[in-house]
């Protein structure tokens, strides 16, 4: 599948500190965490915050 993301020159005038990134994954499952360790989960979702 082909996606495309476009940023306009306005947005960058806007916000010129900005970084994108872009992360893909396929093949991933996100329905159910009970089979993840607990401490697992936490740990990923503290540093996505930082």
């Known amino acids: ?3 495309k993301f476009i940023v306009r020159d306005s ?3 806007l916000f010129p500190e900005t970084e ?3 992360l893909l ?3 991933v ?3 159910s965490y009970e089979n993840m360790p607990k401490d697992l ?3 990923a979702n503290s540093r ?3």
């Open 1 to 3: 599948m082909k996606q």
């Open 11 to 13: 947005f960058w005038e």
């Open 20 to 22: 994108i990134a872009v």
């Open 25 to 27: 994954a396929d093949d």
């Open 29 to 31: 499952s996100n329905r």
């Open 41 to 43: 989960l936490k740990q």
């Open 48 to 50: 996505a915050i930082k």
